[in-house]
C-alpha cells in the first residue's frame, strides 16, 4: 500500500513562478525523498532529506520534513517549461524499499 | 552505459501467454528493486535484491510473478499466464548497498517496460 500522499494531484502555474507541493505519511522514516517523472521515462531522484533534519536546498528546490506531523513539502521556485512532470515523495522505512505516494502532476505554462 | 538499462521498451502480449522482463543495473550498485506503477498511479514496490539473494519478495502480487538476478547484476522479472490485470509499466532501479539499517542511498531508475496484456 501506499504510504505518502501527494497535494495537490495536479498543479498548473505560469513560467517564473514558483512550485509548492506536499506529501503526507503514515509511519516512522528514516528519510524522505522526491523523484521527478517525466511522460513515459523513469524516475529521476531530486534531494533526500533524512529524518533528523529539517529543511535542504538544491538549486530550485528547497524540500522541508516537520517529522511531528508526517508531512514535507517541495517548493520549485522560478520554474521553467522544463520542470513540467509528474512529482512523486518516497519515504524510507527503515525497510529498503520505497513507498511512494500517487504523485502530483505539475505543468508550467510557457 | 552508466544508467540502468530495461528492456524491452515496449511488450505487447496476449492473455496467457508468459513474459520477460530483463534489468541491468549501474554497476557496482549491489541493491536492485523492481516496482509497478499503474496508470496515473504511484509506484507499487514488487521485490528486493541484495546481491543474488531477495530477503524481500513481499510486493510480488500473485506467484505468476518470479525473479531472479544472477551474478549479482542482470535481473529477470518474470510473468507466468499473464493477465489483463498485469498491464502496467514495470520499472527497475538500483542503488548502492545500505551498510546499516538507517543509511541513506538514493535509487536509481530505468525508462521502464510497458506492458500491455491483449
Known amino acids: 500500500s501506499q504510504q505518502g500522499e501527494e497535494d495537490p494531484q495536479a498543479l498548473s502555474i505560469q513560467e517564473g513562478e514558483n512550485a509548492t507541493m506536499n506529501c503526507s505519511y503514515k509511519t516512522s522514516i528514516n528519510n524522505l525523498q522526491w523523484y521527478r517523472q517525466n511522460s513515459g521515462r523513469g524516475l529521476v531522484h531530486l534531494i533526500l532529506?533524512?529524518?533528523?533534519?529539517r529543511e535542504k536546498h538544491s538549486g530550485r528546490l528547497r524540500v522541508t520534513l516537520d517529522t511531528s506531523k508526517k508531512s514535507s513539502s517541495l517548493l520549485i521556485t522560478a520554474s521553467r517549461a522544463a520542470d513540467t512532470a509528474s512529482y512523486f515523495c518516497?519515504?524510507?522505512?527503515?525497510?529498503?524499499?520505497?513507498?511512494f505516494g500517487a504523485g502530483t502532476t505539475v505543468t508550467v505554462r510557457a | 552505459g552508466a544508467g540502468v538499462s530495461q528492456s524491452p521498451s515496449n511488450k505487447v502480449t496476449e492473455k496467457g501467454k508468459d513474459v520477460e522482463l530483463r534489468c541491468d543495473p549501474i554497476?557496482?550498485?549491489?541493491?536492485l528493486y523492481w516496482y509497478r506503477q499503474s496508470l496515473g498511479q504511484g509506484l507499487e514496490f514488487l521485490i528486493y535484491f541484495q546481491g543474488n539473494s531477495a530477503p524481500d519478495k513481499s510486493g510480488l502480487p500473485s506467484d505468476r510473478f518470479s525473479a531472479e538476478r544472477t551474478g549479482g547484476s542482470v535481473s529477470t522479472l518474470t510473468i507466468q499466464r499473464t493477465q489483463q490485470e498485469d498491464s502496467a509499466v514495470y520499472l527497475c532501479?538500483?542503488?548502492?548497498?545500505?551498510?546499516?539499517?538507517?543509511?541513506?542511498?538514493?535509487?536509481?531508475f530505468g525508462d521502464g517496460t510497458r506492458l500491455s496484456i491483449l
Open positions: 554497476s557496482g550498485h549491489t541493491a
Open positions: 518516497a519515504t524510507d522505512a527503515y525497510d529498503y524499499k520505497l513507498s
Open positions: 532501479a538500483s542503488s548502492l548497498a545500505r551498510v546499516a539499517e538507517d543509511s541513506n542511498q538514493p535509487q536509481h
Open positions: 532529506i533524512r529524518s533528523n533534519e
